[in-house]
């Protein structure tokens, strides 16, 4: 059988390629000829990955709650992906960071837009029901949502906002991250004690957010940013990328938090408290923490009426882009 041309340069240019790393290109034929072609469920996993929406109730609408948190955890990794790829680039321009940005605020973009499935999309009798088998699980446990802002910013930003100028950057991690903003959340108000919702995330990951906090000092997205040329600093589609991120992950987002929290948690001037005790009016307004990733992109009129709006126009017209 006669070989074409374009397929012997193939050959010769692998050939060439498994002699240059020391290996047989023969064996690696034939693996070509006993392997199976792959499918799209081997590929993807379907089964396995379809396999891992367990219930704990019989209410129906339990399988949307645990699959949308599913889902959401999957984007928060995409998400992280492209936060490595920033901090870890060893030539930073302004363009592969815009381009790395957008596609994040794009995931985020998604997260927010679909919230209206946890709003929405469940029965209130149902959720108060079946909510009470999950505890004391609660979102307030993302791991991956606090990786996010540890990659994002510096931990002096966040501390709670009103200890947070009695902290700097030359403040030990191990003191900034005991006065982190999130732990208030995990506080029952009444006792003032913590809840076993927060005793049991940072027990699980308290060591883990120690040594990325560690890895990422003074080279977070935002240390990355404030080194970069001063040119850079000012390209107008990385600054809006940056403060779009920003009123993504700390306002857009929250408020939809608050808007299901309010739909399932509030009735008849009643509040009922969170999955886990999270004490969540005091916890998930951004008007109260006022976290900002990147605290110089923004104008002291701006940091004051931070989140006190349910989604500004001009943000929202921002993220069509």
């Given at each position: 059988?006669?070989?074409?041309?374009?397929?012997?340069?193939?050959?010769?240019?692998?050939?060439?390629?498994?002699?240059?790393?020391?290996?047989?290109?023969?064996?690696?034929?034939?693996?070509?000829?006993?392997?199976?072609?792959?499918?799209?469920?081997?590929?993807?996993?379907?089964?396995?990955?379809?396999?891992?929406?367990?219930?704990?109730?019989?209410?129906?609408?339990?399988?949307?709650?645990?699959?949308?948190?599913?889902?959401?955890?999957?984007?928060?990794?995409?998400?992280?992906?492209?936060?490595?790829?920033?901090?870890?680039?060893?030539?930073?321009?302004?363009?592969?960071?815009?381009?790395?940005?957008?596609?994040?605020?794009?995931?985020?973009?998604?997260?927010?837009?679909?919230?209206?499935?946890?709003?929405?999309?469940?029965?209130?009798?149902?959720?108060?029901?079946?909510?009470?088998?999950?505890?004391?699980?609660?979102?307030?446990?993302?791991?991956?949502?606090?990786?996010?802002?540890?990659?994002?910013?510096?931990?002096?930003?966040?501390?709670?906002?009103?200890?947070?100028?009695?902290?700097?950057?030359?403040?030990?991690?191990?003191?900034?991250?005991?006065?982190?903003?999130?732990?208030?959340?995990?506080?029952?108000?009444?006792?003032?004690?913590?809840?076993?919702?927060?005793?049991?995330?940072?027990?699980?990951?308290?060591?883990?957010?120690?040594?990325?906090?560690?890895?990422?000092?003074?080279?977070?997205?935002?240390?990355?940013?404030?080194?970069?040329?001063?040119?850079?600093?000012?390209?107008?589609?990385?600054?809006?990328?940056?403060?779009?991120?920003?009123?993504?992950?700390?306002?857009?987002?929250?408020?939809?938090?608050?808007?299901?929290?309010?739909?399932?948690?509030?009735?008849?001037?009643?509040?009922?408290?969170?999955?886990?005790?999270?004490?969540?009016?005091?916890?998930?307004?951004?008007?109260?923490?006022r976290i900002s990733f990147f605290p110089d992109l923004w104008s002291k009129e701006e940091k004051e009426n931070w989140g006190k709006q349910w989604v500004n126009h001009t943000f929202n017209?921002?993220?069509?882009?």
């Amino acid at each position: 059988m006669e070989i074409k041309p374009e397929i012997a340069e193939r050959i010769i240019k692998l050939e060439e390629k498994f002699k240059n790393s020391g290996q047989d290109m023969g064996s690696y034929l034939d693996g070509l000829l006993y392997d199976r072609y792959l499918s799209y469920w081997d590929y993807i996993e379907v089964d396995t990955l379809l396999s891992l929406q367990k219930t704990n109730t019989h209410f129906p609408d339990e399988m949307i709650f645990i699959t949308y948190h599913q889902i959401t955890e999957l984007y928060f990794k995409l998400i992280i992906h492209e936060q490595k790829q920033i901090i870890e680039s060893a030539t930073l321009t302004a363009s592969f960071f815009t381009e790395k940005l957008n596609r994040i605020n794009r995931y985020f973009r998604i997260l927010i837009d679909s919230f209206d499935v946890m709003i929405k999309g469940m029965e209130r009798e149902q959720f108060l029901k079946f909510r009470m088998a999950l505890l004391p699980a609660s979102g307030f446990q993302s791991a991956q949502f606090r990786m996010i802002e540890l990659y994002s910013t510096p931990l002096e930003n966040l501390v709670s906002a009103e200890i947070r100028n009695d902290f700097s950057e030359k403040t030990s991690i191990d003191e900034l991250y005991e006065n982190i903003y999130w732990k208030k959340g995990g506080i029952d108000l009444e006792t003032g004690e913590k809840t076993l919702t927060l005793k049991q995330f940072e027990k699980r990951y308290t060591p883990r957010f120690l040594r990325i906090a560690n890895a990422v000092y003074e080279n977070t997205i935002y240390h990355r940013y404030l080194k970069m040329h001063e040119d850079d600093r000012h390209d107008k589609d990385l600054v809006k990328a940056m403060r779009n991120l920003d009123v993504n992950v700390n306002i857009n987002w929250l408020l939809m938090h608050m808007g299901a929290a309010y739909r399932y948690l509030s009735k008849d001037k009643e509040t009922v408290k969170a999955t886990g005790g999270t004490n969540w009016k005091k916890f998930l307004p951004p008007s109260f923490q006022r976290i900002s990733f990147f605290p110089d992109l923004w104008s002291k009129e701006e940091k004051e009426n931070w989140g006190k709006q349910w989604v500004n126009h001009t943000f929202n017209t921002e993220n069509k882009k």
